[in-house]
């Protein structure tokens, strides 16, 4: 932070992890103590909360189906091109100077893609221990539920969601 107030920063834009503005909690620990030494420093600061990348959790077609191991619970997730579409209207809008936006994209399941690319969603158990699973879980407890319209009102328009990312790999 002395290196930026050094050298003149006029602000500082923080790509953060949804819900580090809550509490210092598991993966948003990190991002917290950051926020806080931001806020601290008395520097101009501006938050972008992402969710996880719908990029990485889009459900694959394998075998004529869709499995997963969410218990059918929603996710929150948003595309990487739709949190850097919302990071560029961010760095040159007006207004956005000392706010946090908390983005989450269009809730979505893996039962609701799978009915509608009519396909079936039978529900399996997680693999094992490891990132995914403990991912699952967080799904299933129904932890990645949260919404905002944030990502909405920043973009100008509704984010992409995971169906209609379906639909345009289809017709390409």
Not at 32 to 50: D, V
Not at 51 to 57: E, L, T, V
Not at 115 to 124: M, R
Request: aromatic share 8%.
């Amino acid at each position: 932070m002395t290196a930026a107030k050094e050298a003149g920063v006029g602000a500082v834009v923080f790509t953060s992890f949804l819900g580090a503005g809550a509490g210092a909690t598991g993966m948003t620990e990190a991002y917290h103590a950051t926020e806080q030494a931001l806020i601290g420093s008395g520097l101009p600061y501006m938050f972008l909360r992402h969710p996880f990348y719908s990029d990485a959790f889009v459900p694959r077609v394998v075998d004529g189906e869709i499995t997963g191991s969410t218990g059918g619970r929603g996710l929150n997730t948003a595309f990487r091109s739709d949190l850097a579409a919302a990071a560029a209207n961010v760095l040159t809008g007006e207004g956005h100077l000392g706010r946090a936006y908390d983005f989450t994209g269009p809730l979505w399941s893996h039962p609701q893609v799978a009915e509608e690319l009519g396909v079936p969603y039978p529900e399996v158990p997680d693999a094992g221990p490891g990132p995914m699973s403990w991912i699952n879980a967080q799904i299933r407890a129904g932890l990645l539920e949260q919404q905002t319209d944030d990502l909405e009102r920043v973009l100008g328009r509704p984010p992409v969601t995971v169906a209609s990312h379906f639909r345009r790999l289809a017709l390409s």
